[in-house]
């Protein structure tokens, strides 16, 4: 017979790999009752241009659907991909950087830089909801190389420009990765902050993944969300089942300051029992899930640099008590790839971007190469 416990364990996956935002019905809230850095302005609206294919343009909504309070952009198969602007206006902007929510997530994620910052350097930010997330469209077709395109398309038809920077944020590396694969002249510099990394790529060496129970977890969560996920649906939404809250009542998956983090969090918005019933959510979570981790068309320690002239950088950012991510993962694949900057916070867990400084810490980093000591490994902590 299968304990709680068990059934907790493979249950947790879906909250291992959630990056803790706010969902957007729950935003305002959020921002009453939680004192917070400043947060990039939203964006004033500017004229649509002529390469413009927005919502407002081609809005196609029916009776049943619900309403749609976000500006979308139609995608060239008919998609409708909701996006948020802020920092300073896009037409005066010296530094352009699009930002990739991971599972559970959305537009609405917390990035909260000083708008001292912001001013200063112009920077403009475009938050988007991934395809079956928020106000966007799912993608019956989704996968790496799709994910790529919505991420350029979307930059296209705002007209941003050539080239923008990007930063990918637990799950939302995977798109990112894909960047890196398929559109790496689109490029100005990457950012990935707590990437997830999938047990399946064939450059793991065993010895490093041999009894990672993280491992086990993916697996067995990858097959139920594969082969009967209506089953898997069904058991997270039963009222006796408490599995869905094990990741907030124990903090298996938090170091102590990811533990900090939550508490001035909403939690799990998207991993409620009434949200999980709609299916909608419950199969976008699924199908991203089943992208991240299931087969992918590179292995990205096989990659090319997308800076063969070293005008720019790809940065990992790893939290080294994080318990859903191994650092030890994060070292070896930035040891694989010499082109890529490896940073490490010695006290952090996943929840990185909710931590006091460090999206200004990210960022300057990434524009402006400036990388405080503090987060430079030490060589006597390189994995062989």
Known sequence: MVSKRSTGLCICPLGMVYQTTQNPAQQNTL???????????????????????????????SPEDPPVSSSRVRLSDGRYLAYTEKGVPRNKANHKIIVVHGFGSSKEMSFQLPQELIEELGIYFLLFDRAGYGESDPNPK????????????????LCIGPKFYLIGVSMGSCPTWGCIKYIPERLAGVSLVVPVVNYRWRSLPEKLIKGDYRRTLVQLFFWFAKHIPRLLQWWVTQDWNSSMNVVERKPVFFSNRDTEAL??????????????????????????????????????????????????????????????????LQRYISGKLPWIKYYEV??????????????????????????NPLYIPSTSKTVP
């Open 142 to 157: 989704r996968s790496l190389k799709s994910e790529a395109f919505d991420i350029q398309e979307l930059a296209d038809q």
């Open 31 to 61: 921002q009453q009752n939680t004192p917070q850095m400043n947060t990039p302005q939203p964006n004033t609206p500017q004229p649509n241009t002529p390469q413009q294919n927005t919502d407002q343009q081609n809005k196609i909504v």
């Open 346 to 371: 010695p006290d952090g867990g996943h929840l990185l971007v909710h931590y006091s400084g460090l999206c200004e810490a990210i960022t300057r980093a990434l524009l402006l190469g400036e990388v």
């Open 263 to 328: 508490k001035k969090s909403t939690g799990f918005p998207m991993l409620t029992k009434d949200k999980l019933r709609e299916r909608v959510v419950f199969d976008a979570l699924r199908d991203d899930f089943l992208v991240c981790f299931g087969n992918w068309e590179f292995d990205p320690t096989e990659l090319s640099s997308p800076f063969p002239q070293n005008e720019s950088s790809v940065q990992i950012w790893q939290g080294y008590e994080d318990k859903v991510v191994p650092f030890e």
